[in-house]
Each structure stands twice: as C-alpha cells, then as structure tokens.
C-alpha cells in the first residue's frame, strides 16, 4: 500500500472547484487504474490528493476521472507516442498542517504548474476524523483497509438517520452492525471503551432482527403481534376524528359528545378510559335521541320521527362503519381495546430493564396504519410527560422498510400512521426521541420526514428516482459520489451527513450474528430428495 507524498504530476488545469493533472512520474503512469475499486494504486479512482497552496497550506482533492491525453491527439504514425495520463479531481477543502485539522470548503487555489502528491494516512485519518466526546467506529475505509471509520454516536442516534439501499446489499446488516457497535465498539475521546445501556425498538416487518441479536450481551424482548397493547383512549378528540375518519360538519360534534358522555361514565381515576366496544351503542343512542318527536309545547315526547332517524343515521353512516370494521376485527380491536390495570406497550418498553424491543410489524396495509398512529401518539405522549419530570431518556426508533408507511405516494392511505412518524421526526429529538429510517426505495419516503435526517448511510441503488434523490442530499462537492452509487458491493455504502467527519465510501463492520435476511437459495429448495 503506497503511503502519502508519492508524487503524481502536476497541475495543468483549474476550473472552479475541479483541476486537471499531467501525470508526470513514469512509475505512478504504468500503475495508474482506470476502474475504482482497487485500492492498492495512488492514483485510481476516489482516490484524495493534494497540493500546496501559497501559504503552506495543503489543499485537498479527490480523483473524479482518469483518460488518456493521447486520445485527443490525432493519430500520426511518425509521431512515438508515449504513455501520458491526465487526471481530473475535485477540490474538496484544506489542511493546516500546524493545526493538524482538516476544514471543508476552499477560499484559496494552487497555481498552474503546483505539484500534486498522494496523501499519507495519518493526513487522511484527519480528514475522516470526528471531535466529539465519543465515537463509533463503524467500518474501514473503502480506499485503505486500514483507516478506521467512526460516526459521532450522539448523532448518528441522538438525531434521525435515514439507511438506505436495494434490497439484499446490506441495510439489515448495516442496522444490526450499528446497534451491536453500541456494545462492542463504542469509545471515548481516548479510545477507551464506553458501557452503555441502549433503548430500541425495532418495527420488523420481514422478522429479521430477531436473529441478529439473538445471544448476544442486549437483552431482547420480542413483541408478538398479538401482545402489542396501544389502547385508543389516549386519543384526544381531534385524534379520533382522524382516528375515525369523522367529518366536522356533523360526525365531529357528534362523536365527541358520545366520547365525553362515555368518559364521565367510565371515569377512573381521571384517566378517562371507556371501551371502544361501547362508543357504537352510545352513538347510536345519540341519534335515537335526537330524532324523537317534540309535542306542540317544544317538549321531547318517547316517539321518533323515523324520517328524522334515517337522516341522522344516514349523515352518520361512514363514521359508524369505520367504527363497526375496527371491533369486528379481532387483529386491531385486542390491540386498541381498553385492558384493566394493564400497562401499555410503550409503558412496559420505558420501564423495563430490556434494551432492545423487536415488534412484529407484518402487518396489511389498513392495519398497519392504525398501529403506527396510535404506537407514535403513545410514544409522543411518554416523551412530552417524560420531559416535564426532567427525566430524559433517549429512546431510538428504527422503522424497517418504511416506504411501506411512510409514503409520499399513498399519503391517503397512511394518512394516520404518517401523522404521528411525521411529527416524531419534527418535534422528537428535543424530547430524546430519534428515528432511523430504513429503506429501499427512498424517493417514495415522505419528504418532510426524510428532511428531518442529519445523517445517511447508502447502499447500492440502480432506481433513476432514487439516484437523484440520493443527488440532491449530497453537498455539491461530493456529488461525484452518486456515480458510486449503482456499483458499490455488498456492504460497502457512501456515509455522509452530520454524524460522519467526511463524506466517503466505507466498508461496513461485519454484524455477527446476521440479520436473517439471506437470499433465498431457490435451486437448492427445488433439488430433488431421494
């Protein structure tokens, strides 16, 4: 492995924030690469680079392009030609070797003529390097094995993070290898080793996680379907509007009469808790009241006006069937249900002593949006409570696969679950709430959620739309990188954001045990048993 000050050439052209450079050394000429991906060459793709500007400074490049000069001279056969290679790189910040700090961003140019070496990995073990009070190393360096790579902990699950990529290259692994780190690797300033009790919760909807920590020093509880408890009373009237699709000309006031009426007769220690078995009975008690006859005097006699009935009835009729399909449906109804003396889901996840909470998430679509309305409200509820009793405990969310309910395409559809995952992202982090959004198609996320994350580890993706989102996150100095994008490796992902010292491409540190996300082996399930 060539370590720093080999000298390449020298700079033949600058415009803007790109130079060109004549390789000028015979040896780095016969070992130039023209493919990215082998890091044992000084000058091949992604590779950094620097010159010195006139006040002593270096300024650092990255290798964009490599091409021949010879292919723009015409060809003459009495003319030798010679091997003449020219590199293109883009400036990317500057090195103060007295400081021994790297700053991104360029307020000063080398000249014409200046030379350019490779750097050394100690300049760019700097230029990846992060000043926080701790650190998570959380892979190699995707141009030197060597170099370690470290994220700022505090951030990368302090703030939201979006992890994304093509399914099968590497996001489950990547989840499991961040979170294992936090026991594992953690460090601080000196390099000593951090102990630490995590909280996560995990939304699995492919059961994958499960075997990932398995064994392993977290203690692990896995949620069931059928144990989730997220009962509907803590709604407040405007959430069971929405919650019940409830129109505010008429259904509102209805409802929310009904739901006071309830409450003042179920009232238990001013909790306010009612069955929602209940709340079609007393609406429908309601609109039997309503349409009895008033005699000559305006007062109400025990007779109905059927016609009167029918109206009410009929203006009422989509609230009530909303109302009718959630009870007849033994998969939500025992998930909203009220429960006597017994604690919530989220209730039994922030005062337990497990780290890591893994829910059953395979839910439809319908289903699914009704668990992570109600789910995000609770969590939303503990945090504010939480907040005021000066008690502040971070809680990390990983939401898998995401795009299945927080999409911008099928916002109608998810319109409950993406309500409350929306306004987590927005107001969390001051209440010690963060997310981590993981997903395969990121261009489909909501926007105001994905604006929400600091920080982003990415995969291979080959979709255009998904391309160009990855663009438009990517400083304007890195954007190179997105030509990566499409060909990186397995568990090789571009890391860039607040939470990282530099944008870079970066091996991610093996998870052990894996996720249980392998490819299928379809040939081998077909062989023939004899």
């Known amino acids: 492995m060539f370590d720093g000050d080999v000298r390449i050439g020298k700079i033949i052209k600058i415009e803007g924030l790109t130079i060109h450079i004549e390789v000028t050394d015979e040896n780095v000429a016969n070992k130039l690469v023209l493919k990215y991906g082998i890091n044992d060459y000084v000058a091949s793709i992604n590779k950094m680079i620097y010159s010195i500007l006139p006040n002593g400074k270096r300024i650092i490049g990255r290798i964009s392009k490599v091409f021949d000069k010879n292919t723009f001279i015409p060809d003459d056969i009495f003319v030798k030609s010679h091997d003449s290679f020219v590199i293109e790189a883009t400036l990317v910040g500057v090195y ?43 892979g190699t360096s995707y141009d030197d094995n060597q170099l370690e790579i470290s994220a700022n902990p505090d951030i990368l699950f302090g703030k939201h993070m979006g992890i994304f990529g093509n399914t099968g290259t590497g996001k489950s692994s990547t989840v499991a290898s961040l979170i294992q780190g936090l026991k594992r690797r953690l460090q601080d300033k000196s390099g000593n080793p951090v102990n630490i009790n995590p909280k996560i919760i995990i939304f699995d909807s492919n059961d994958e996680y499960e075997q990932a920590f398995k064994g392993t020093e977290f203690s692990v509880r896995k949620i069931k379907k059928e144990e989730l408890y997220l009962p509907h009373y803590h709604l407040s009237f405007t959430e069971y509007f929405q919650f019940l699709g409830a129109s505010l000309g008429v259904q509102a006031p209805i409802l929310k009469n009904c739901i006071k009426s309830l409450r003042e007769k179920t009232d238990i220690e001013n909790k306010e808790i009612f069955q929602f078995s209940d709340l079609q009975e007393e609406i429908n008690r309601w609109l039997w009241n309503n349409a009895r006859k008033k005699d000559k005097d305006g007062n109400i006699t025990k007779e109905f006006d059927n016609f009167k009935a029918s109206q009410w009835f009929n203006w009422c009729s989509t609230m009530t069937n909303r109302i009718q399909t959630i009870t007849d449906d033994p998969r939500i109804y025992h998930i909203i249900e009220s429960r006597d003396t017994e604690k919530n889901t989220i209730e039994e996840i922030v005062n337990s002593d497990n780290e890591i909470y893994i829910i059953e998430a395979d839910f439809e679509k319908d289903e699914l949006d ?27 969310i990983l939401f898998e696969e995401a795009h299945r309910y927080i999409n911008e395409l099928e916002q109608e ?28 198609r990121p261009s489909e996320l909501t926007k105001s959620i994905v604006s929400q994350c600091n920080s982003f580890i990415v995969h291979r993706i080959t979709n255009k739309l998904d391309l160009e989102f990855i663009n438009r996150n990517l400083s304007s100095n890195n954007q190179d990188l997105v030509k990566f994008v499409p060909g990186l490796e397995k568990q090789y992902a571009i890391v860039f954001g607040e939470a990282f010292g530099y944008t870079d491409i970066v091996k991610i540190a093996d998870a052990a045990p894996v996720p249980n996300s392998e490819d299928p082996e379809v040939i081998g399930s077909w062989i023939l048993k004899e």
């Open 96 to 138: 103060d070797d007295f400081l021994m700090r790297f700053d991104s961003g360029i307020n000063s140019f080398p000249i014409i003529g200046s030379e350019v070496f490779s750097i050394s990995q100690e300049i760019h073990q700097s230029i990846v390097s992060i000043n926080a009070t701790y650190k998570l190393p959380i």
């Open 370 to 396: 009704i668990v992570m309305f109600l789910f995000s409200k609770l969590v939303y509820e503990w945090a504010i409570k939480n907040r005021k009793t000066s008690n502040i405990d971070s809680l990390v």
């Open 413 to 440: 559809e998810f319109k409950l679950g993406t309500y409350y995952i929306e306004r987590l992202a927005r107001e969390g982090r001051k209440f010690g709430i963060s997310l981590i959004v993981s997903s395969q």
